[in-house]
């Protein structure tokens, strides 16, 4: 079945780094959907791309959609300690194929 | 919040019990989603009911099933249950059948540990 590849699987950067997460998919992506999960929390959707080469914005975050729609990122521009939690990228075909996550930790 | 609710937040049992977990979704949403996330396998896909009906399955084990009832609550009834079943099961529900492209709200999980 369909397989979402998320890389890193941690990140920890200093207040005001950047940071980055990427998915990759074997198989071309209808959609890719990207959800926060805080800590002890519930995921939560930021965002969906549906377009080959979509960017979309919302504020410091940046989300992309590969050219060949297998692969997305999400880039986030000078985290804050409220951008800790972790990430994924999923797959909705229906059900939500999550990529393993990359779980972000700000030090302030 | 997301408007999906569901019980027990946290939920403690034995190896061999069966126990039962509940999800209301969010008022008008005739979708259900069930996950389950552990420390070594993610987030996974379990099953997904629409209006009643079973829709879509994913790595659901034999000893789980679930339901949606009339009233588009559902339960997911976890039986024989064994320590590799300790996780979080979150309910996730949006409006459409399909859900293709839909973004899907998630309630605040059930904590299960099996002792």
């Known amino acids: 079945g369909q397989q979402v590849m998320q890389i890193p699987q941690y990140q920890h950067v200093q207040e005001g780094e950047d940071f980055t997460t990427y998915c990759n998919s074997s198989?071309?992506?209808?959609?890719i959907q990207w959800y926060k999960q805080r800590p002890g929390g519930h995921p939560v959707f930021l965002i969906q791309?549906?377009?080959?080469?979509e960017v979309k914005k919302q504020k410091r975050l940046t989300f992309q959609f590969g050219e060949a729609k297998k692969n997305s990122s999400l880039h986030i521009t000078a985290t804050q300690t409220t951008d800790v939690g972790t990430y994924f990228c999923?797959?909705?075909?229906?059900?939500?194929?999550f990529g393993q996550g990359t779980t972000l930790q700000v030090k302030p | 919040d997301s408007g999906v609710t569901q019980t027990p937040k946290h939920l403690i049992t034995a190896t061999g019990q069966r126990v039962t977990l509940r999800c209301s979704p969010r008022?008008?949403?005739?979708?259900v989603y069930w996950y389950q996330q552990s420390l070594d396998q993610g987030l996974q896909f379990l099953i997904q009911?629409?209006?009643?009906?079973?829709?879509a399955k994913g790595n659901i084990l034999e000893r789980f099933s679930a339901q949606q009832f009339p009233d588009l609550h559902s339960e997911l009834n976890l039986s024989s249950l064994e320590l590799g079943d300790s996780a979080l099961y979150f309910c996730?529900?949006?409006?459409?059948?399909?859900?293709?492209?839909?973004?899907?709200?998630f309630g605040p999980g059930t904590r299960l540990t099996v002792l």
């Open positions: 008022s008008g949403d005739l979708s």
């Open positions: 999923a797959s909705n075909t229906g059900k939500l194929i």
């Open positions: 996730a529900s949006s409006p459409h059948q399909s859900g293709t492209g839909n973004e899907q709200f």
């Open positions: 009911y629409y209006n009643g009906e079973e829709r």
């Open positions: 198989t071309t992506l209808s959609n």
């Open positions: 791309l549906v377009k080959s080469g």
